[in-house]
């Protein structure tokens, strides 16, 4: 018998340890039209605050920490290699570049890589963390309809044509 995990409410909380909280909070809120619900200070000087955009349900919290070092992120150690925000629509992307444009962040532009029907946009954060916009795209079927109807709307101007491929497709 498989054992099912116990379920979870789908709601994803993200912790980071940066390097200044405050600032890394202030972008952020800029970046995601997301608004501050919670600051504390640690007798030991850690920060944490705690950012939050309910329109999508995120939340993020930033900490940082007295004597950890200001070393910058790089996602080819262990750890975390980026965080990714999926979009619904391929124009979703080009909203977020024009955003990103807005508010002065160097950005990748919208990539779409050979090997994938998806595309995205990175940048990074003031700490140098990997953040990346992404768009799955369509499924290899239907990409391949796409084009198939494109095709058949192509052959409209010349019936003949049309006729044997929409045949040869089963149309």
Not at 59 to 83: I, P
Not at 107 to 117: A, F, I, L
Not at 127 to 133: A, V
């Amino acid at each position: 018998m498989v054992r099912m995990p116990p379920a979870v409410s789908g709601r994803l909380i993200v912790i980071l340890t940066v390097t200044d909280a405050a600032r890394s909070a202030s972008w952020y809120q800029e970046l995601l039209d997301a608004q501050e619900v919670s600051r504390y200070s640690s007798p030991d000087g850690t920060l944490q605050v705690v950012i939050r955009n309910s329109r999508v349900d995120l939340e993020l919290c930033l900490v940082s920490r007295v004597g950890a070092g200001f070393d910058v992120f790089d996602e080819r150690r262990v750890g975390l290699d980026h965080l990714e925000f999926v979009v619904d629509t391929r124009e979703d992307l080009d909203r977020w570049t024009s955003h990103l444009e807005h508010l002065g962040v160097a950005h990748s532009g919208v990539k779409e890589p050979e090997y994938s029907p998806a595309a995205m946009v990175t940048l990074r954060d003031p700490d140098n963390i990997q953040l990346e916009f992404y768009w799955p795209g369509r499924s290899p079927t239907h990409r391949r309809q796409d084009i198939e109807l494109a095709e058949l709307s192509a052959l409209r101007s010349n019936t003949p044509r049309l006729r044997q491929r929409q045949h040869s497709l089963g149309v």
